[in-house]
């Protein structure tokens, strides 16, 4: 693999064409206009400043490989002798379709097509095209130079080949991959993180707790590095909203979206970007006070997130390894969700998974027939020595 196009030069598609010329590949940018474009350059040239500033990159390096990010408007032209593109423009399936039937014309025989969606189905990207076989999905986090982990998504009619190929590549740019064996929305992490944002921001909704209350909670007993409705704000909670739709779609009342959230994203208050969200980030970043933490329910946290990863399980989405290795190095959580059940006990998280469904009878609560049949089978985690994993 030699030469490689990104198609959209936002920060995710500029981030994504460094690492492709760090790895010592060629690669074209493309996007719409040229100003567009110039300042991708510039964003490109710039971090890779900052990269020699630390230490981690050469001058001789950076200059190298800056020169191998080519920039233009002409989509045919970038991808006619590349063997590799990722798509990276807005999460808006019908553009995707319409690139990737460009795409497919524009490119070589042998070119894989990745798409870098968050939350759309790679089945319906690849029937845009009349290589099914060579579509996959490549989601990157933000910002992928920094962030250790790429899903690797497989569609219905994604090859082993391009699987395994992706999965070389990603390892190539220096990332870690999860391999997503289905096509479903949301992939791994933004299943694990939207059925926790959803089920505390129902929580606030009903007056169970206060924002404040959930997010010292997850931050100081849980561990996590932001709280709830922190990481909703700092993703931007217009994108937090369309993933949410999203999955909503895909897995109804499981995953309903809460109205504090639609309320939000109506009103422009996008979170930090904008101002304004479910906090002010114009007075500077959340304080959120310690002596909160433990006023919400930690277990309820855990109980949705594990029960999220049991149903990936279950429809044989991911390995357990795969959905730890992802939610770790997506989130940084110092524990995978399976992990963790299997430390806390996995009888006690269906035991929580039961109490709150008892008193709420909301599906998000409703406990995956893969947990029923651990603790039937006394698979109850690491003190029997056989849960979610196998213990000596």
Same mark, same amino acid.
């Given at each position: 693999?030699k030469?490689?196009?990104?198609?959209?030069?936002?920060?995710?598609?500029?981030?994504i064409?460094?690492?492709?010329?760090?790895?010592?590949?060629?690669?074209v940018?493309?996007?719409?206009?040229?100003?567009?474009?110039?300042?991708?350059?510039?964003?490109?040239?710039?971090?890779?400043?900052?990269?020699?500033?630390?230490?981690?990159?050469?001058?001789e390096? =950076?200059?190298?490989?800056?020169?191998?990010?080519?920039?233009?408007?002409?989509?045919?032209?970038?991808?006619?002798?590349?063997?590799?593109?990722?798509?990276?423009?807005?999460?808006?399936?019908?553009?995707?379709?319409?690139?990737?039937?460009?795409?497919?014309?524009?490119?070589?025989?042998?070119?894989?097509?990745?798409?870098?969606?968050?939350?759309?189905?790679?089945?319906?990207?690849?029937?845009?095209?009349?290589?099914?076989?060579?579509?996959?999905?490549?989601?990157?986090?933000?910002?992928?130079?920094?962030?250790?982990?790429?899903?690797?998504?497989?569609?219905?009619?994604?090859?082993?080949?391009?699987?395994?190929?992706?999965?070389?590549?990603?390892?190539?740019?220096?990332?870690?991959?999860?391999?997503v064996?289905?096509?479903?929305?949301?992939?791994?992490?933004?299943r694990i993180?939207?059925?926790?944002?959803?089920? =505390?921001?129902?929580?606030?909704?009903?007056?169970?707790?206060?924002?404040?209350?959930v997010?010292?909670?997850?931050?100081?007993?849980?561990?996590?590095?932001?709280?709830?409705?922190?990481?909703?704000?700092?993703?931007?909670?217009?994108?937090?909203?369309?993933?949410?739709?999203?999955?909503?779609?895909?897995?109804?009342?499981?995953?309903?979206?809460?109205?504090?959230?639609?309320?939000?994203?109506?009103?422009?208050?996008?979170?930090q970007?904008?101002?304004?969200?479910?906090?002010?980030?114009?007075?500077?970043?959340?304080?959120?006070?310690?002596?909160?933490?433990?006023?919400?329910?930690?277990?309820?946290?855990? =109980?949705?997130?594990?029960?999220?990863?049991?149903?990936?399980?279950?429809?044989?989405?991911?390995?357990?390894?795969n959905?730890?290795?992802?939610?770790?190095l997506?989130? =940084?959580?110092?524990?995978?969700?399976?992990?963790?059940?299997?430390?806390?006990?996995?009888?006690?998280?269906?035991?929580?998974l039961?109490?709150?469904?008892?008193?709420?009878?909301?599906?998000?609560y409703?406990?995956?027939?893969?947990l029923?049949?651990?603790?039937?089978?006394?698979?109850?985690g690491?003190?029997?020595?056989?849960?979610?994993?196998?213990?000596?």
């Amino acid at each position: 693999m030699k030469k490689a196009a990104v198609i959209g030069a936002g920060m995710m598609g500029h981030g994504i064409a460094q690492l492709f010329a760090m790895a010592g590949l060629d690669v074209v940018l493309v996007d719409v206009n040229e100003e567009i474009l110039d300042k991708a350059l510039k964003e490109i040239n710039w971090s890779l400043g900052k990269l020699v500033e630390k230490g981690k990159l050469t001058d001789e390096n =950076a200059k190298k490989t800056f020169l191998r990010v080519k920039a233009t408007t002409n989509l045919e032209d970038a991808c006619k002798d590349v063997d590799f593109v990722v798509e990276a423009v807005p999460e808006n399936l019908e553009l995707k379709k319409q690139v990737f039937s460009r795409l497919d014309k524009a490119s070589p025989n042998h070119t894989i097509l990745a798409t870098n969606t968050s939350s759309l189905s790679i089945t319906e990207i690849a029937n845009a095209t009349q290589r099914p076989e060579k579509v996959v999905g490549m989601h990157f986090f933000n910002p992928p130079v920094l962030m250790p982990l790429v899903e690797v998504v497989k569609g219905e009619k994604t090859s082993d080949e391009t699987v395994e190929t992706t999965i070389n590549l990603a390892k190539r740019l220096g990332k870690t991959p999860a391999l997503v064996k289905k096509d479903v929305r949301g992939f791994i992490v933004n299943r694990i993180l939207v059925s926790m944002f959803t089920d =505390a921001c129902h929580a606030v909704r009903r007056g169970e707790a206060t924002m404040e209350m959930v997010d010292a909670t997850i931050k100081y007993k849980a561990g996590l590095p932001m709280g709830a409705f922190e990481l909703a704000d700092y993703l931007g909670l217009d994108i937090v909203y369309s993933v949410s739709k999203v999955m909503e779609e895909a897995y109804g009342e499981r995953a309903k979206v809460c109205p504090l959230l639609e309320q939000l994203v109506k009103e422009g208050k996008f979170g930090q970007k904008s101002g304004k969200g479910f906090y002010d980030w114009t007075v500077g970043r959340p304080r959120i006070p310690f002596k909160l933490a433990g006023k919400y329910d930690v277990e309820r946290v855990y =109980a949705v997130s594990i029960n999220e990863a049991a149903w990936m399980v279950y429809e044989d989405v991911a390995d357990p390894q795969n959905i730890d290795t992802a939610v770790k190095l997506g989130t =940084a959580w110092a524990q995978g969700p399976c992990e963790l059940a299997d430390n806390l006990g996995i009888d006690n998280v269906l035991a929580k998974l039961k109490e709150l469904y008892n008193k709420y009878g909301e599906e998000v609560y409703k406990s995956c027939p893969l947990l029923e049949e651990y603790v039937g089978k006394g698979w109850l985690g690491k003190k029997t020595k056989r849960g979610f994993y196998t213990y000596e």
